[in-house]
């Protein structure tokens, strides 16, 4: 699943998501990705990965949000 396809998977189950490149991290894990559920339910959350490649920020992301009991697909 690429990033587009991942995000709409998200946005299509209320979950808030983004996908950023901060050059100004000097090449320092300049991937961020960040997601979280609706802030007004009691069991909400937030998942945050950082990485060196757009690549393994959504590979880390998609465990995190696994956590969550969201298991995107392949």
């Known amino acids: 699943m690429d990033a ?3 995000l709409e998977w998200l946005l299509e189950r209320n ?3 983004l996908l950023r490149v901060d050059a100004g991290r ?3 894990r300049p991937w961020t990705f960040h997601a979280s559920s609706e802030p007004q339910h009691d069991d ?3 998942v945050r990965t950082d990485a ?3 690549e393994e920020c959504l590979h880390r992301a998609r465990k995190a949000l696994k956590q969550h009991g969201l298991d995107l697909p392949e």
């Open 44 to 46: 909400s959350w937030s």
């Open 52 to 54: 060196d490649s757009a």
């Open 26 to 28: 000097d090449g320092i």
């Open 15 to 17: 979950v808030s998501a």
């Open 4 to 6: 587009t396809a991942m």
